[in-house]
């Protein structure tokens, strides 16, 4: 997220059975086999002034991100954020093994693309 420490941003990825945004509990669908929800502690708002900082709504597309090509990737979208954390989802053709890198500043959602780990 811009403006987010990159060494002291803290994050959570996981599987869900279904994309919930925060504070309204919406569900905010995603196509694909499953659901990985990532959670960013850092706003996509200026906490100063409420104006957002990231272009997107709530159940959106996420701007600027083309999965055209992708084996794995099937949906991305911005659920929002809420008290300091932004959530999206990203469908995938199936809960298959992940990692999460932190590489120049940048959070990585490594998604394997059989069950035998291979990338």
Known sequence: MPGAP???LGYSVRYVDRLLQDGSGRHIPVA????????????AYDPE???????ARAGSLLPG????GYR???DARYAGSFEG???IGLGVRSR????????DG????DVAHNWTGSR
């Open 6 to 8: 990159a060494a002291d």
């Open 32 to 43: 694909g086999g499953a659901v990985l929800e990532v959670r960013v502690a850092a706003p």
């Open 49 to 55: 002034t409420g104006e957002p900082t990231y272009p």
């Open 65 to 68: 991100v083309n999965l055209t």
């Open 72 to 74: 794995t990737f099937r």
């Open 85 to 87: 954390e932004t959530q």
């Open 96 to 103: 298959l093994p992940f990692r999460v890198l932190r590489l």
């Open 106 to 109: 940048h959070l990585v959602i």
